[in-house]
């Protein structure tokens, strides 16, 4: 039985409503306005009739495809329903979905080494046994047509597991921290809320008890992590998305948001118009062809490198403390090269 796309989605459509608890026994014009709705966003259109509807009942009873669906008219209630309450269909899968799955395990399959995904290597292994047997069709290369930048496993991945259940739980964790500054380390005891991925290293933010004040520590950092006995409760003004609204890169610091302007020359700004460097970044287009990027941030010193990877071809135009920074920076480099 060759299923089009559109038909497949008005079958799993069908099966859905017919299975739902909170609105059961669907009439028939039930199932069209679903239908309706879910392939052309309104339950009033016409596109679909009744009569296909009705065709499209008859294929879920009779086709061995789809399951020979129990659907039986329930006169009182007037509706359908299935005759065995845990049927539900199970459509063969297109050459289209195919090809999009093997896609996703392709892209999957770069994130095994990563300890939070360990989990999930059994169930990728499984689909990927099925999707190489279905239709006995043969698995194109896909490395041959995409390639992915390759990622290595950062120190600091084998405590994802139980930092994830602590965050899930709301258990305390305790743990010593050594930054890279000083290199002494400082125990914590710490209240986490979010696990962050940047540049391919894992952080943890969450609740410094110590200082009652929230900060982000890098996984590669901690050592002797322990869950302990108590719970916490998450601090109500913790907003993720508001807490890094203004930070650049990973890091989190105190003070108030700045209007950063650089100018960047052609061949650079094509890059940073192509990959911004922050989600407040404006650009404006010189008479020269350069342009004049403006970011609300905090000026992180992740920033700082940020422009200084840039060399020549950035300028800071504002602040002028931070137009000073740089400048002193390049300065000093220059001087490296001259010894």
Request: proline residues 5%; hydrophobic residues 35%.
């Amino acid at each position: 039985m060759a299923l089009n796309k559109y038909a497949a989605i008005r079958y799993r459509i069908i099966d859905q409503c017919i299975r739902s608890r909170s609105k059961p026994y669907p009439s028939k014009e039930n199932l069209r306005q679903a239908c309706e709705e879910a392939l052309y966003g309104s339950s009033s259109g016409g596109n679909i009739s009744l009569s296909t509807i009705e065709k499209d009942i008859w294929a879920l009873k009779n086709e061995s495809a789809l399951g020979y669906a129990p659907i039986l008219f329930n006169r009182l209630e007037g509706g359908y329903y299935y005759s065995d309450p845990e049927f539900s269909i199970n459509l063969p899968l297109t050459q289209e979905d195919v090809e999009l799955i093997r896609l996703a395990l392709h892209t999957l399959s770069h994130f095994r080494n990563s300890q939070i995904f360990k989990d999930l290597e059994n169930a990728i292994n499984k689909i990927q046994d099925r999707i190489t047997l279905a239709d006995q069709l043969t698995e194109p290369n896909l490395g041959q047509a995409i390639q992915f930048e390759s990622t290595t496993v950062s120190s600091g991945q084998e405590h994802l597991p139980c930092l994830l259940d602590a965050i899930r739980q709301f258990h305390t964790v305790e743990f010593d921290y050594t930054p890279y500054t000083d290199g002494r380390p400082r125990h914590y005891i710490y209240h986490p809320y979010l696990l962050k991925e940047n540049k391919n290293l894992w952080y943890v933010v969450g609740k410094d008890t110590a200082l009652d004040k929230i900060r982000t520590l890098g996984l590669d950092r901690i050592s002797g992590l322990k869950v302990a006995d108590e719970f916490f409760r998450m601090d109500p003004e913790f907003d993720p998305e508001r807490f890094f609204k203004h930070s650049f890169g990973i890091g989190t610091y105190s003070g108030v948001p700045e209007m950063i302007e650089l100018l960047a020359d052609p061949v650079q700004a094509g890059y940073i118009l192509a990959n911004p460097l922050h989600s407040s970044q404006h650009a404006d287009k010189e008479p020269d062809g350069s342009y004049r990027i403006r970011i609300e941030v905090i000026a992180s010193d992740e920033l700082k490198m940020q422009i200084l990877g840039y060399g020549h071809r950035v300028e800071v135009l504002k602040p002028e403390w931070l137009r000073d920074v740089i400048r002193e920076s390049l300065g000093k480099a220059w001087e490296v090269y001259l010894k």
